[in-house]
């Protein structure tokens, strides 16, 4: 039976050193509860806790970090369904070279992934990694191609062969970079385990069938090596949808652990519109890393919107930072207008002053992420509130002008913005920020 937070903290040292990375030892065994950390994080814990809480406190989904800061994060899921709660570690695109690839191919590759951004709601977005994949014999060549890869990209890397002294190779070549191992076999595992360990690296395992994967991460999960991957062998869409939702609906509600590990999919078809689908039915059941066969700007575009969307809290809107943004080269007799934090919102309001060929002055005070009509509903947004941002904002010092366009949803709080703030006038603008644009050349 799970236990509550406070049955947890009971087994805690209750010092509060904080060295677990929370403030008190209840807040820690909260988190322990929720299965967000481990036990290990607690250098104080008694060997009654370890033996009570070890296993039952790990997340359902092993939590792994790669790169050399560790920064890149999979795993530590715990629902199935985003609404429930939120996913957690986004998926990770990988881009693949070949060491039979041009040399001019794999450095166009590398540029493109170390170069490529793409700006979405304030968020800037970039490639996560880089697989490189042995198809030839030279041990030699791939390696350099391995370090090639690294020393451009700085981005952990996916090293895939079938052979074990290449991998044993790349990994002491780059090792430190907290990079993945792919992918090691009932045959291969004992001297491929000792290799990521002795490294740094993360492992993937795969086997033919499922039961087999099964019974392979239980065996080196056994031994104390637990930085690993699932590589699914499966042959169709309907097979590697199934078999992700079976993986993981076993992890979080049976708290099956050999299944409770992030997963290593490679997409191989040749046919750039069966690989988007396939990159989909990746980012939308639970793939860990997603290594796409080559870089195509435009639907790494789409897949990166998606997971933007899909992996956003649910809970917690995306917000822009607070304050007076100016739109153009506005001057101080431009036009104010006003939008809330929603990130959605801002960007939307912002990209149609721009549109109208007018330079401005736009106002986001703090509306906790919410749009206009649910800040206003829930007393974010009303007169008084925005005359306080304004004066602590510094605007009546910044801008001569002495007018403030509103949205016009929430044209009701005209009046009492006016009586907050002296000498201003509320104009309404329009409802949509579609006819900001018409407004502007109407009324402005």
């Known amino acids: ?47 009654e806790a370890i033996q009570v809480l070890g296993a039952a406190s790990e997340p359902p989904v092993k939590g792994i970090e790669l ?51 793409l700006e979405r709601v304030g968020e800037i977005l970039e490639i996560d990694m880089v697989a490189v994949t042995q198809k030839d014999n030279d041990v030699e060549k791939f390696v350099e191609i391995v370090k090639k890869a ?18 044993t190779e790349v990994a002491i070549a780059i090792k430190g970079s907290n990079s993945v191992l792919a992918g090691a076999t009932p045959e291969t ?61 076993a992890a979080l509600k049976d708290s099956y652990k050999p299944l409770g590990y992030p ?14 689908t396939v990159a989909i039915t990746e980012l939308c059941k639970y793939g860990g890393i997603c290594v ?23 809970q917690k809107p995306i917000q822009v930072e607070p304050k007076v943004y100016p739109i153009g080269e506005p001057k101080s007799d431009s036009p104010v207008f006003l939008t809330t934090n929603f990130s959605l919102t801002y960007f939307i309001v912002s990209g149609e002053i721009e549109n109208s060929g007018t330079s401005a002055w736009l106002v986001v005070p703090e509306c906790e992420g919410m749009s206009v009509l649910t800040a206003w509903a829930a007393g974010k947004f009303s007169g008084p509130y925005i005359a306080k941002f304004i ?6 010092e910044q801008v001569t002008t002495r007018e403030i366009i509103i949205p016009g949803y929430v044209a009701q709080i005209s009046g ?29």
Request: glycine share 4%.
């Open 391 to 396: 004066k602590e904002c510094g605007l009546e």
């Open 150 to 167: 690294w020393d451009m990209t700085k981005r952990p890397l996916v090293i895939r062969s079938n052979d074990q002294k290449s991998l």
């Open 416 to 444: 009492e913005l006016e009586e907050s703030l002296p000498g201003w006038k509320a104009l309404v603008g329009p409802q949509e920020a579609s006819d900001i644009e018409s407004f502007v050349k109407a009324r402005l």
């Open 1 to 47: 039976m799970a236990l509550s937070g406070l049955q947890i903290q009971k087994l805690l040292p209750k010092t509060n050193c904080k060295e677990c990375g929370s403030n008190t030892c209840l807040a820690f065994a909260m988190k322990l509860a929720a299965k967000k950390a481990e036990l290990s994080l607690c250098p104080y814990a008694s060997e």
């Open 292 to 314: 796409l066969p080559s870089f195509d700007p435009a639907q790494m575009a789409a897949l990166m919107t998606l997971r933007l969307n899909i992996y956003t809290d649910p």
């Open 189 to 249: 595992i004992d001297e491929l385990q000792a290799v990521a360990a002795e490294n740094g690296h993360i492992l993937s395992v795969t086997a033919e069938t499922l039961d087999e994967l099964v019974a392979l991460t239980a065996k080196i999960k056994k031994s104390g090596f637990n930085n690993l991957l699932l590589q699914f062998q499966t042959n169709s869409l309907a097979e590697q949808f199934q078999v992700s939702s079976i993986a993981r609906r």
């Open 263 to 276: 997963s290593l999919f490679f997409i191989e078809s040749g046919d750039l519109l069966e690989e988007t």
């Open 67 to 117: 790169g050399a800061d560790k920064s890149l994060k999979l795993g530590e899921e715990t629902v199935l369904y985003r609404h429930e709660k939120t996913f957690v570690n986004q998926t990770a695109f990988a881009v693949n070279i070949n060491d039979t690839d041009p040399p001019e191919k794999i450095e166009k590759t590398l540029n493109a992934v170390k170069d490529y951004q």
